[in-house]
């Protein structure tokens, strides 16, 4: 074998190593507003590589672009993978600033509400064309059935992404799991507390399972 | 002394304007054609209906223009619901509703979301309140 060879096939060794197994998928955090995704973010990105990814909020779309946290590599029970999280702002079709106005001034509600509608354009557009996975996260103690989450679900399905179903927020009273595993009885839900860190273990079990 | 002011168009219409819009016409339209005549309309504070709805492809580049059109004290978005014909009775009512038959054509209301608001919806009914300004 002439060293030519020799040497194409080690750097297609190196390559496929770096391409095919290394190269880390990449999810998207997706759900309507406040239902905890930057909670679930930074809990995953602390978990696994010790810093977080950005703000959260009780107050609606404080995110407002879509961010990202590349190669976290979550294992569990044998099984090995290596996500970028992207953190997307939560997807609406309406935003009005005066629901800001009590909580900051005209300036800031009008400016926010203005990023909020360019980051919801910018977490479209990285649905269709970025994301190799999604996790849809849902406020457990809201109803499931709404427009947004069923257009939502209807284009990550359309766009054949795996998708798992994260049932957020089981700390509070008003939580009700069944009622969103009703709604999308064609995924896998998975219950947590992203705040609390109640069931993190079948969180990543079901992550690594699922998109590894 | 000013006049009692009255910011409404005189010449505008009292009622709300309601279009129903056939699938045959949509059959020939490109998706951005299909997405500026439903815009068109809910600027000018019409509700639209379709008979046939939009893809999932469609309805998420809807929601990006609408998204981009979003402008303080003149237009806060839409409100849309979708209802599933119910031809394909072989599947679950929610099954449907959730997209999981993504073909079937699904009757499709869209209004200015200052203007309209679902009142109830359930597997048989959409109630919404449309008021005018
Ligand atoms: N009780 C409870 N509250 C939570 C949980 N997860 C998040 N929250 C709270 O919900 C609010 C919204 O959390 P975020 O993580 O900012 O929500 P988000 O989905 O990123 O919201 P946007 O970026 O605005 O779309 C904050 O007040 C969080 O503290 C949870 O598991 N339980
Ligand atoms: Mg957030």
Redesign the pocket.
């Known amino acids: 074998m002439g060293l030519f060879t020799e040497l194409k096939d080690s750097i297609s060794r190196v390559t496929d190593r770096l391409f095919a197994e290394e190269e880390p998928k990449r999810i998207g ?1 997706y ?12 809990r995953i990105a602390r978990d696994w590589t010790g810093d977080a990814v ?11 672009r879509a961010r990202r946290k590349e190669n976290v590599e979550i294992e569990r029970n044998g099984k090995s993978v290596t996500i970028d999280i992207v ?5 609406t079709t309406k935003v009005d600033y005066e629901e800001f106005t009590d909580e900051m001034d005209e300036d800031d509600a009008i400016r926010r509400s203005r990023e ?1 509608t360019e980051g919801v354009a910018e977490a479209m557009h990285w649905l269709r064309e970025d994301v190799d996975g999604v996790i849809y ?1 849902l ?1 457990s ?1 809201e109803d499931p059935i709404t427009q947004v989450n069923t257009m939502l679900i209807g284009i990550i399905e359309s766009r054949d992404l795996p998708v798992l179903i994260f049932a ?5 009273d008003e939580a009700s799991v069944k009622r969103i595993e009703d709604a999308f009885p064609q995924h896998k839900t998975v219950p ?5 860190g ?1 069931n993190m273990d079948e969180v990543y079990a079901n992550i690594a399972e699922y998109f590894g | 002394m000013p006049k009692a002011t009255n910011t409404d168009d005189p010449d505008a219409p009292d009622g709300v304007q309601i279009d129903l819009i056939s699938g045959e016409r949509m059959d020939g339209m490109a998706t951005m054609e299909k997405i500026r005549m439903i815009l068109d309309g809910v600027h000018d504070g019409n509700i639209v209906i379709l008979e046939e709805g939009l893809t999932p492809d469609e309805e998420s580049r809807l929601i990006e223009v609408t998204m981009a059109e979003i402008s303080p004290d003149e237009f806060n978005g839409i409100e849309i619901e979708t209802y599933p014909k119910s031809e394909t009775r072989n599947s679950s009512l929610l099954g449907r509703i959730m997209g999981g038959d993504e073909s079937a054509a699904k009757l499709t209301v869209i209004g200015p979301a200052n203007q309209i608001e679902t009142l109830h919806k359930d597997e048989t009914l959409i109630s919404a309140l449309v008021s005018r300004d």
């Open positions: 955090i759900g309507p507003p406040n239902a905890g995704k930057t909670t679930l973010a930074n950005g703000a959260e909020s009780h107050i609606p779309h404080e995110t407002r953190d997307t702002p939560g997807v909020a996260v406020d103690a957020n927020k089981i700390d509070l947590l507390s992203a705040k609390e109640e």
